[in-house]
């Protein structure tokens, strides 16, 4: 059978990135190089203003008013340690959804341990989806903080997180969202969401390059900072400064990366960030559409792709996930991710912890012919199990 190489792990990392995205990395290498907030010089400035612009370009992708609340650091996993670390202490308890990313579970676990901070978990629904009532439910005397992430990197279910902001702002409560998943194709907005603190990566959704990623704090909050060092101000000072975004970026900035991402979000947004999202649940719908004409082949996530991100999983009966994403590369070129993706209670909540899923995920430069190809392999493989 024929054999051809068909992307689809865009949740991991976005591929291929566009063409802009690669050129102004080569252009930065090539005719600016400098530090960026370290010199006077020409070179120098250029470099402060891509770090400025992609701040401020960022910003009004979310409907940040102060971009100096917007921090660089190297991924989402990076932002939410920063944000939980400096907000959560002893006592305090946090509510998070069943479908959270290893990104949150594992810091929120680990501060559990070394500074008894608490938690609640709000199940979430079969298809992945958290309500906001069962988010009420945990909330208690000492809540601190709601952690939601926008949408599930194992079945792509999108959470309603501007009913659950209503309920931070009720109860007096910090919202955290985690859009690694949304950020640069769904509709995020910070007032209208009620969200306090986020992180996400610059190199999915986004599609900039890897090693990106930033995270937001409210202008209402001041935490102390996480990490120390210089930042090209104030150096005379044996403490961070106390103003943003110095205060939480020490060291020198991934400018290179950065130069690749302002690129990518100019990108999407002569796209159009609302026909982008269209286009990836179109195809998980498509997608979707076919594995229900496939025997023994099981799809696990939301029914209405106005709550999908463009995130497939599903299970092929008699086949273990490992293998069957080993023979979709093997035999038709597919490019794929199977097993847990770093979130054991998502899998727990569909019901797939024991055996995982292959996750199908799409970008903004898939098209019909890789989801048809997709599902050719699919049925090939479970005729032939």
Same mark, same amino acid.
């Given at each position: 059978?024929?054999?051809?190489?068909?992307?689809?792990?865009?949740?991991?990392?976005?591929?291929?990135?566009?063409?802009?995205?690669?050129?102004?990395?080569?252009?930065?290498?090539?005719?600016?190089? $400098?530090?960026?907030?370290?010199?006077?010089?020409?070179?120098?400035?250029?470099?402060?203003?891509?770090?400025?612009?992609?701040?401020?370009?960022?910003?009004?992708?979310?409907?940040?008013?102060?971009?100096?609340?917007?921090?660089?650091?190297?991924?989402?996993?990076?932002?939410?340690?920063?944000?939980?670390?400096?907000?959560?202490?002893?006592? @305090?308890?946090?509510?998070?959804?069943?479908?959270?990313?290893?990104?949150?579970?594992?810091?929120?676990?680990?501060?559990?341990?070394?500074?008894?901070?608490?938690?609640?978990?709000?199940?979430?629904?079969?298809?992945?989806?958290?309500?906001?009532?069962?988010?009420?439910?945990?909330?208690?005397?000492?809540?601190?903080?709601?952690?939601?992430?926008?949408?599930?990197?194992?079945?792509?279910?999108?959470?309603?997180?501007?009913?659950?902001?209503?309920?931070?702002?009720?109860?007096?409560?910090?919202?955290?969202?985690?859009?690694?998943?949304?950020?640069?194709?769904?509709?995020? @907005?910070?007032?209208?969401?009620?969200?306090?603190?986020?992180?996400?990566?610059?190199?999915?959704?986004?599609?900039?390059?890897?090693?990106?990623?930033?995270?937001?704090?409210?202008?209402?909050?001041?935490?102390?900072?996480?990490?120390?060092?210089?930042?090209?101000?104030?150096?005379?000072?044996?403490?961070?400064?106390?103003?943003?975004?110095?205060?939480?970026?020490?060291?020198?900035?991934?400018?290179?990366?950065?130069?690749?991402?302002?690129?990518?979000?100019?990108?999407?947004?002569?796209?159009?960030?609302?026909?982008?999202?269209?286009?990836?649940?179109?195809?998980?719908?498509?997608?979707?559409?076919?594995?229900?004409?496939?025997?023994?082949?099981?799809?696990?996530?939301?029914?209405?792709? @106005?709550?999908?991100?463009?995130?497939?999983?599903?299970?092929?009966?008699?086949?273990?996930?490992?293998?069957?994403?080993?023979?979709?590369?093997?035999?038709?070129?597919?490019?794929?991710?199977?097993?847990?993706?770093?979130?054991?209670?998502?899998?727990?909540?569909?019901?797939?912890?024991?055996?995982?899923?292959?996750?199908?995920?799409?970008?903004?430069?898939?098209?019909?012919?890789?989801?048809?190809? $997709?599902?050719?392999?699919?049925?090939?493989?479970?005729?032939?199990?």
């Amino acid at each position: 059978m024929e054999k051809k190489e068909v992307y689809l792990d865009n949740a991991t990392t976005t591929w291929p990135k566009p063409p802009s995205m690669i050129q102004a990395m080569i252009d930065f290498n090539e005719n600016i190089g $400098a530090n960026p907030g370290r010199g006077a010089y020409k070179k120098a400035i250029r470099s402060s203003e891509i770090v400025f612009n992609a701040r401020e370009e960022l910003a009004q992708m979310f409907n940040i008013d102060d971009a100096t609340h917007l921090m660089f650091c190297i991924n989402c996993t990076a932002g939410t340690n920063a944000i939980f670390w400096t907000m959560l202490n002893e006592g @305090d308890h946090v509510v998070f959804s069943s479908m959270e990313h290893n990104a949150v579970l594992r810091p929120i676990y680990e501060l559990k341990r070394q500074k008894g901070v608490e938690f609640s978990m709000a199940q979430a629904s079969g298809e992945g989806i958290v309500s906001p009532e069962e988010v009420r439910k945990q909330i208690k005397k000492n809540t601190k903080m709601i952690a939601v992430l926008h949408a599930s990197n194992v079945c792509g279910a999108i959470n309603p997180i501007t009913e659950i902001g209503k309920i931070a702002r009720e109860n007096n409560i910090l919202f955290m969202v985690d859009n690694a998943q949304t950020s640069g194709s769904f509709q995020i @907005d910070v007032k209208r969401d009620n969200i306090s603190l986020m992180a996400f990566s610059g190199h999915k959704g986004l599609m900039g390059p890897l090693g990106t990623g930033a995270f937001y704090i409210s202008p209402e909050l001041n935490p102390p900072p996480f990490m120390c060092g210089g930042t090209g101000t104030l150096s005379h000072l044996e403490t961070m400064p106390d103003f943003y975004p110095e205060r939480f970026e020490p060291g020198s900035q991934n400018i290179i990366g950065l130069s690749g991402l302002l690129a990518s979000i100019r990108f999407i947004n002569d796209y159009g960030m609302d026909k982008y999202a269209r286009h990836k649940q179109n195809l998980a719908k498509r997608m979707i559409d076919g594995i229900s004409q496939i025997k023994g082949v099981h799809y696990f996530g939301p029914k209405n792709m @106005d709550e999908n991100c463009g995130v497939v999983s599903v299970h092929i009966d008699g086949i273990p996930t490992d293998k069957a994403g080993a023979r979709l590369y093997s035999e038709f070129g597919i490019m794929t991710r199977a097993g847990l993706h770093c979130a054991p209670h998502a899998h727990k909540t569909l019901g797939t912890f024991e055996k995982g899923t292959i996750r199908f995920s799409f970008g903004m430069f898939n098209t019909e012919e890789d989801i048809d190809w $997709a599902l050719t392999a699919l049925g090939e493989i479970s005729k032939s199990k």
